[in-house]
């Protein structure tokens, strides 16, 4: 099946892109030499052509720094523009009253489309922020708010987040970007272990995104992501993974375009009902959106 084919027959739920102006929220994380590529301004303007050429009716931003005003920022974006149908924001998971500041979120413009929340994890120096009562509080705190925690955590804090996610089995925790394994660049025994304990916790879905760009040295080919994608599914299964670009990061080593083309390919030993699960329905349901 074609990508054009997956789209006209079912759509596609884009789960994880950015969108970002720096000069309301600056992205120190952006080398301007190594990351030229992305070391602009990305807006619904420029997303727009690179979803509808994909076949993308939906789609999820997901925050990009730790910083309280990028959230309402972002959700006034959701609510100006029908493709974005939800909102992963930030909020300090160690501050006592989480609960009130995801209310506060809530009550925002745009407030309805606020679907889950993510914390820069990998960015931690503390291998056991995630085992940290006043951290673990907060996450407690998004779950009860009916909102989804998205984990950003490089391949060696994967035993960490499987213990977060089987002692807090009341939240609904989605993987970013399968955990980033070490694509090209060691054995992936570790990760493969690792990610198998995540994925046999039934809250946890994850998804096949920001690949491209953990390949070691390129240009990557299909046959560079194949193992990951394959162990992914072997663990997960098609009903708990879901499609990501990572626009425009991925634009560091691929075209929005060109990875859907790729994970299609990469799909199409699987059947209709299953590449559906992938393609919008897992994203759906985890983040509870609006049928489009």
């Known amino acids: ?24 929220h600056p992205q120190p994380w952006i080398d301007p030499h190594t990351m030229a590529a992305i070391d602009d301004d990305f807006t ?47 909020v300090d998971l160690t501050a006592a009253d989480v609960d009130r500041r995801l209310a506060r979120l809530r009550r925002a413009r745009g407030g309805e489309r606020l679907v889950g929340i993510r914390h820069l994890v990998q960015s931690e120096p503390d291998p056991t922020y995630l085992d940290r009562p006043d951290v673990r509080h907060g996450i407690a705190a998004v779950g009860a708010a009916g909102l989804a925690f998205d984990l950003l955590v490089r391949h060696h804090q994967l035993p960490a987040a499987a213990r977060l996610v089987r002692d807090l089995p009341q939240v609904r925790f989605v993987l970013d970007h399968l955990g980033k394994p070490p694509l090209g660049r060691a054995d992936l025994g570790d990760w493969q272990r690792d990610l198998l304990a995540l ?29 990951a994608v394959e162990h992914a599914l072997d663990v997960f299964g098609p009903d708990r993974l879901m499609f990501g670009s990572d626009w425009p990061v991925c634009l560091l080593a691929t075209s929005y375009t060109r990875w859907v083309t790729v994970l299609n390919d990469l799909l199409d030993p699987l059947s209709d009902d299953e590449r559906t699960a992938i393609w919008r329905q897992t994203a759906s349901r985890v983040y509870r959106l609006a049928p489009f």
């Open 1 to 24: 099946m074609t990508t054009g084919e997956v789209a006209r027959r079912q759509g596609i739920v884009d789960a994880h892109h950015h969108l970002w102006v720096r000069a309301r």
């Open 44 to 90: 619904p303007v420029e997303l727009a052509p690179a979803t509808r050429a994909a076949g993308v009716t939906q789609t999820v931003v997901v925050q990009s720094v730790a910083v309280r005003s990028e959230t309402p920022e972002l959700l006034g974006i959701a609510a100006d523009d029908p493709l974005i149908a939800g909102v992963v924001g930030w």
């Open 199 to 227: 994925a046999a916790e039934p809250n946890t879905t994850a998804k096949l995104s920001g690949l491209v760009t953990e390949v070691d040295g390129q240009p990557w080919t299909a046959a560079d992501l194949r193992p």
